[in-house]
């Protein structure tokens, strides 16, 4: 006897759906439903209100604007003079982690005495949760009784204190480094990941070819090291771009706006104006060019490994 095509799809989706796979599923439910509830609808929320001018000033008047509010962050000269100082901040802090953690990767991969103490310590920076970090490095920063004053009068460096963060030309290079010291452990990690999974064998070949540490380093261990170099710089680069925490902490986007990078502004045109129409018109800018970098980073680095 021909089965009837209802039946014949109930057969299949009872195939494909067995009792494990819904039991899974009625599990992972309660996690999506909350996944769905304090992430997706705040994502797709802030885009809707990105639509709108709404101000909390005049929260009974919300018009319609369509991409009104993106002109207006596009055409705001502060806008691309906060884009120049997050790119000046992204380029800087992750050259820097991208070297210091190659150099951290190269010296834990060897063998010595103390190793695994030296890896624990190396990973406290990153495991000093971020508000933390910055009230450290506040701290040593300080004009008055800071540690970097402190130390580089005691050597004889400088003769009179100086007020660090009051400097527009040193903000951006100083908080970077506040950055970059808590990031670099993990990125180190990453590529010594990377850098124990090559191969001994390649390493003994190139010996027996005559090739040197140098050569050994440049022809195998930079080559094998792209998966570990396009995860970090993927991560930090995203990581960097957004950063709010150190610019709220150390200098409030101060001095002279001379921190003033898109994370701050948004902080600023969101809680402090009270415009969360632009506010989400720029979040949602900062986050369409931080993906679309990372996917410049991925077909660039990943179509050559």
Do not use: C
Request: zero cysteines; proline letters at 4%; hydrophobic letters at 50%.
């Amino acid at each position: 006897m021909r089965s009837s095509p209802k039946r014949d799809i109930k057969f299949r989706l009872a195939r494909r759906f067995d009792y494990e796979s819904r039991s899974a599923a009625l599990f992972i439910l309660p996690v999506m439903s909350v996944l769905a509830i304090v992430a997706v609808f705040p994502i797709l929320y802030s885009f809707y209100t990105s639509f709108f001018n709404l101000k909390l000033t005049r929260p009974h008047r919300v018009p319609f604007v369509w991409f009104d509010n993106y002109i207006k962050v596009l055409s705001d000269e502060l806008f691309w003079a906060s884009v120049s100082r997050t790119v000046s901040f992204t380029v800087m802090s992750v050259a820097a982690i991208l070297v210091l953690s190659l150099s951290i990767a190269i010296l834990l991969n060897e063998s010595f005495r103390g190793r695994r103490l030296l890896s624990a310590i190396i990973l406290i920076p990153w495991a000093i949760p971020t508000v933390a970090n910055g009230l450290l490095w506040k701290w040593i920063y300080d004009s008055g009784f800071g540690a970097l004053n402190g130390l580089l009068f005691q050597l004889g460096i400088i003769d009179s204190y100086i007020t660090w963060l009051g400097d527009s030309d040193k903000t951006i290079p100083l908080i970077s480094n506040s950055f970059v010291w808590k990031e670099v452990p993990l990125a180190a990690i990453l590529i010594l990941v990377t850098m124990k999974s090559i191969p001994e064998d390649l390493y003994r070949a190139a010996k027996v070819d005559g090739a040197n540490v140098f050569k050994r380093f440049i022809h195998i261990t930079i080559p094998s090291l792209k998966p570990g170099f396009m995860l970090v710089m993927i991560y930090e680069t995203m990581m960097a771009i957004r950063h709010f925490d150190l610019f709220f902490l150390l200098t409030e986007g101060g001095p002279a706006e001379a921190s003033h990078v898109v994370s701050w502004q948004i902080y600023v045109e969101t809680f402090r104006n009270l415009s969360f129409g632009t506010g989400s018109a720029m979040s949602y800018i900062l986050a369409l060019v931080t993906f679309a970098l990372a996917y410049f980073i991925i077909r660039t680095l990943g179509s050559k490994l």
